[in-house]
């Protein structure tokens, strides 16, 4: 095998592979500081590993599924990485305030506000009685449940481009209205989460499209284009899966499911028209914000226009002693002073996934500063990838062994993307097929590990305040450990591609390289 050329043009993959740094994540200028570890580049990764090992431990181990206990491993993570660093400790200080910084970290967490306030603004509305009315009507059972919210669920991310946002919309409503009509609530919450991965991996407007596309060189229609078959592969056997396993697996009995099934009300099916609106405002190309923010206006409009819920719902201050504006709809008389409703409970509940995530981001940020990427890279570059074959299962591994460390997918896609281009570009990989390996496994894996931001995302709205533990009981409150089996579509779109690398299914080469350059064995 050798190399390309120096002159040898990159045609359609053109140019030197981007280093992530237009994404906010990855920077390397000549006068960023440099951390120097005891025990070398390897011993950055120490905040990221414990981390982990934390994570495996109180949530494998102990079975505590508590985003607040994972944020206490984050912080203990961070601070021991310190006593690891050679000298000034202000660079090690100053890098986690870079990486807290991030616009990576900033649009996961946008995105999180927006779409919980959204999510409780229809739930207050009465959207899950509408659902419950809907799945009756139309004979969609507690077996058949599973597969159905993994199809819709898929839909509204492939529409809304984000699959963190699907996720808190489907569990905040789909999900109890299918475990109070029998679904099993760990297969429902698997199948939600596997919808978010379809839409994360294939919409054209998905973060994790966009920065796979413009990393490796390639435009964004190709690139969807061209991973259609992939996506198509995985989501047939998830979807006969999920049928299979929701009639194997029995759903729970929850205290006054029945009075709450006789709750259905087809008003609430209203909402459908909000939900809409964001769909089609962010398929014509609207920012998410905007379109979630418009069906946001709608959602409310709705609620009261139809009754289905008071301004109080919506936004409530609650003061101890009555005055002159206590007649007003959104004040009412408590006996604590606070602020509550929907917009309120909706955007609160991801506060300790907010300091989660951008903890996981400086952690990141003191890998790529301490060399621990790139003795990632140097690694994969002289050891691994010595054939074509190895080279793309090298990327889909690395690819998932990042991505199971910054659990963020996008900041995983982001740190990952220059070393996928690199190898790519090495054996004359089309940039299409690198960037479908790329987004595959970071769509994918951001949804199953039980410390992934995917999965905590819905978990948080069933332990937030108000959340659908304290609303339905406990039985609305799955483990995230538990749902790693489950997630159908993830674990398929990974093996398809490790099958793919090995078989070289759907394996293109940049044309206008010389093929003797290349080793294709």
Not at 286 to 312: D, K, P
Not at 430 to 441: H, K, M, T, V
């Amino acid at each position: 095998m050798t190399d390309t050329t120096a002159g040898t043009p990159a045609a359609t993959d053109g140019g030197d592979p981007p280093d992530g740094s237009d994404f906010g994540v990855g920077e390397e200028g000549s006068d960023d500081p440099r951390i120097e570890f005891r025990g070398g580049k390897w011993a950055s990764t120490l905040p990221l590993v414990f981390f982990i090992a934390w994570a495996i431990f109180q949530s494998g181990v102990l079975g505590i599924g508590d985003t607040n206990g994972l944020v206490v491993g984050a912080l203990v993570g961070t601070t021991l990485g310190m006593f690891l660093v050679r000298g000034d400790w202000k660079a090690y200080a100053d890098t986690i305030f870079e990486g807290m910084t991030q616009r990576v970290a900033a649009t996961a967490i946008v995105a999180w506000l927006w779409a919980g306030m959204f999510a409780q603004t229809l739930q207050a509305g009465g959207f899950v009685e509408g659902l419950i009315f809907a799945a009756d009507a139309l004979n969609v059972g507690a077996s058949t449940f599973p597969a159905a919210a993994f199809i819709l669920c898929g839909l509204l991310a492939t529409g809304i481009g984000t699959g963190y946002g699907a996720t808190v919309a489907f569990v905040t409503l789909f999900f109890p209205a299918g475990v109070l009509i029998g679904a099993n609530p760990v297969l429902l919450f698997a199948a939600i989460l596997s919808g978010a991965v379809f839409g994360d991996n294939l919409a054209p407007v998905s973060d994790t499209t966009i920065v796979s596309a413009v990393t490796q060189d390639a435009d964004i229609g190709g690139v969807v284009a061209s991973r259609f078959k992939y996506a198509i592969a995985a989501a047939v056997p998830a979807f006969a899966a999920y049928l299979i396993a929701g009639s194997a697996m029995a759903g729970v009995s929850l205290e006054g499911a029945v009075a709450l099934r006789e709750s259905a009300n087809a008003l609430g099916l209203v909402h459908l028209l909000s939900m809409g609106v964001v769909i089609v405002t962010a398929v014509a190309g609207r920012h998410i914000v905007e379109a979630i923010s418009w069906g946001l206006v709608v959602a409310v409009a709705s609620n009261l226009l139809f009754g289905l819920s008071s301004a109080s719902d919506i936004v409530a201050f609650t003061v101890t002693e009555a005055g002159a504006l206590s007649g007003l709809p959104v004040v009412e008389v408590g006996e604590t002073a606070g602020v509550g409703g929907s917009l309120y409970t909706g955007a609160v509940g991801f506060f300790p996934l907010i300091v989660l995530t951008l903890l996981i981001v400086a952690m990141a940020q003191i890998m790529i500063r301490g060399g621990g990427f790139e003795a990632i890279q140097t690694f994969l570059l002289d050891r691994v990838a010595t054939t074509v074959r190895r080279a793309e299962l090298t990327m889909v591994l690395g690819t998932a062994t990042i991505n199971g460390m910054i659990t963020i997918n996008t900041a995983a896609e982001i740190a990952i993307a220059p070393y996928v281009a690199r190898i790519g570009e090495k054996f004359n990989i089309n940039g299409y097929r690198r960037a479908n390996i790329l987004d595959a496994n970071t769509s994918a894996l951001g949804y199953i590990f039980p410390w992934a931001g995917g999965v905590l995302v819905g978990y948080q709205v069933m332990v937030g305040p108000d959340g659908l533990g304290s609303q339905y009981g406990p039985e609305m409150v799955v483990n995230p450990i538990e749902v790693v089996p489950y997630v159908f579509h993830g674990w398929f779109l990974v093996a398809i591609f490790i099958i793919a690398a090995i078989t070289g299914f759907g394996r293109e080469y940049i044309p206008d390289r010389a093929s003797e350059e290349v080793s294709r064995a």
